[in-house]
């Protein structure tokens, strides 16, 4: 009996070292799995309010467009017409700026969708300048840019406001007066309640075009 036992106990005290051992293994790996969880998650809200604050811009950029009716100017010819304040926006990603693994999958489609948006929008916007719209005031120009760049910043609005709320953060950046109380959303949807109300308005169909 002595005997076993003694053999015993080598066999034991390997048992209870690879235990011991894939215990350490197992708690290495979940303290490692734990502290990259953690820097994922605070990459990942980084990644939502750069994100989100690239889109503010964007709509910025577009109610400046969507409310500009043009000017006068004076071009060589002697005659009077009407040209842009501000220029129509482009957006453009700076791709290798964000870690895009970390952006939950339903706002990803829906921000890599705007790029594709605004050059549609650009391409309208072609079209009605080259065959529809009339000089001096190119009124249909101006009115189909309000539509389709007020549209596009109030959806960069709303991708904006999901990034933050779904990482905690407020619906949207504070303003450093807090007496301001201009709202950017309903700058945007009073511009297009404006156009659609207009009686100058009409869509103008141009073959080969799709309106965005």
């Known amino acids: 009996m002595l005997s076993e ?48 604050a690239d889109l503010e811009d964007f709509a910025i950029r577009c109610a400046l467009a969507a409310g500009d009716h043009g000017e006068p100017e004076i071009k060589s010819h002697g005659q009077e017409q009407y040209v842009v304040r501000h220029s129509t926006p482009d957006f453009k990603f700076d791709y290798s700026a964000y870690e895009w693994r970390l952006v939950p999958k339903d706002l990803l489609m829906r921000i890599l969708e705007l790029p594709h948006l605004a050059q549609r929008a650009h391409a309208y916007l072609d079209g009605v300048s ?33 990034l933050r709320t779904r990482h ?29 109300k207009s009686q100058g308005y009409h869509r103008a169909p141009m073959a080969g075009r799709t309106p965005t």
Do not use: C, M
């Open 168 to 196: 905690g953060a407020s619906p949207s950046i504070s303003p450093l007066d807090p007496d301001d109380d201009y709202d950017l959303r309903d700058h945007l949807e009073n511009i297009l309640g404006d156009v659609q």
């Open 5 to 52: 036992a003694s053999a015993a106990t080598p066999l034991l005290a390997a048992a209870i070292g690879a235990a011991a051992a894939l215990l350490g293994t197992g708690l290495s790996f979940g303290r490692d799995w734990y502290v990259q969880r953690l820097k994922d998650g605070e990459q990942r809200t980084f990644v939502a309010l750069r994100l989100a």
């Open 130 to 162: 080259e065959f529809v719209a009339d000089p001096p005031f190119y009124e249909e120009f101006f009115q189909a840019r309000s539509l389709r760049f007020g549209r596009l910043g109030l959806r960069a609005l709303d991708l904006a406001r999901d």
